[in-house]
């Protein structure tokens, strides 16, 4: 059973993320902060991390920059789920090492061409 990392401090927006990949045959792993998220990452090997970017703590631009500067987890896709959702937004996602970046809100579709593109 392939294995996703889902990053975000809302508790509704974990529980929402992983109904979806769950429901779509996924065991998924769940982290509230970007430093934990990469605690996890390194832990769990997962085929794909969904990560806010508004977090307390470490944001996710620089949760993806310490991913993708450790050999560990750079092979690992990392997708934005944010409501950071402008164009300056998704080309900067891209500049920290993302393969990609989903607005909130987000429809489960979304997720799912997601999970079939990168995974």
């Not at 509230?32 to 977090?55: Q, W, Y």
């Not at 789920?81 to 300056?88: E, G, H, L």
Request: glycine share 6%; proline share 5%.
């Amino acid at each position: 059973m392939a294995k996703a990392l889902i990053c975000d401090d809302s508790p509704v927006e974990l529980t929402k993320l992983r109904g979806i990949l769950e429901s779509a045959g996924w065991h998924t792993v769940t982290a509230t902060t970007g430093s934990e998220a990469i605690v996890k990452a390194r832990a769990e090997k997962p085929a794909l991390i969904f990560l806010d970017v508004i977090m307390p703590d470490m944001d996710g631009f620089e949760a993806c920059r310490q991913l993708q500067a450790d050999a560990e987890t750079k092979p690992i896709p990392v997708v934005f789920v944010t409501s950071k959702n402008q164009k300056a937004d998704h080309l900067w996602a891209r500049m920290q090492g993302a393969k990609a970046l989903i607005g909130k809100p987000y429809e489960a579709v979304q997720i799912l061409d997601t999970l079939k593109a990168f995974a």
